[in-house]
């Protein structure tokens, strides 16, 4: 045992323990974790740049539909009023060649137009307000004046001085009318 405590412990460095080349490596290895996180960052922020790109685009095409939409929205309506402007213009050229029947072919080409143009406004949501012999309905009619009739209810539409219309289920214009009031009686 005397000889174990005489000897010096001898140590071995490795070269993994050796001071300068610990350093070293610890200071390779920060700089390639730097170098990834730049490069994470950078590809990161790519990302998002051409995501932005790619609503801002996004974003200017929905507009430009929508401009077109609003452009062209009434293309159908229009196209569907144009054989009621045929009509019309038949009517008057069939009425400017003298005919001897020409008030009652007016009159006629006329009626065939309304009954056409209605049909066309009623295919897109447009409907007249039916409105003679109704109850009054502020919603649906503008009272124009009061008239005293003894044969009918009280606040009941006498006559439409002007049709209202309903745009699907909106009043688009309300009817202007005659409403009937109730004769006062003598005591």
């Known amino acids: ?3 174990e ?5 001898k140590i071995e460095i490795t070269e ?19 170098e990834k996180l730049k490069a994470d960052r ?3 922020n790519n990302k998002y740049f051409r995501l932005y790109a790619e609503f801002e685009n996004y974003k200017k095409r929905v ?8 452009a062209y929205c009434n293309e159908d309506l229009l196209y569907e009023l ?9 009517t008057l050229k069939h009425a400017a060649e003298g005919n001897p029947d020409a008030l009652q ?17 009623d295919k897109f949501g447009l409907k007249a307000i039916e409105s003679a012999g109704r109850p009054f309905d502020p919603a649906y009619h503008h009272a124009m004046s009061q008239v005293e009739k003894p044969d009918m ?7 439409e001085m002007r049709k209202g219309y309903l745009y699907k289920d909106k009043v688009l214009r309300p009817s202007l009318v005659a409403v009937s009031k109730k004769t006062e009686t003598e005591n």
């Open 82 to 90: 144009l054989p009621v402007i045929d009509n019309l213009d038949m």
């Open 16 to 34: 993994a323990e050796e001071p300068g080349t610990a350093q070293v490596e610890t200071a390779d290895d920060q700089t390639t974790e730097v």
């Open 153 to 159: 209810e009280d606040k009941t539409v006498v006559q």
């Open 1 to 3: 045992m005397a000889d």
């Open 105 to 121: 072919s007016l009159n006629q080409g006329v009626e065939n137009t309304l009954r056409e143009l209605n049909r066309t406004l």
């Open 63 to 70: 507009r430009k539909e929508k401009e077109e939409f609003l």
């Open 5 to 9: 405590k005489e000897q010096p412990h």
């Open 42 to 44: 950078d590809e990161s």
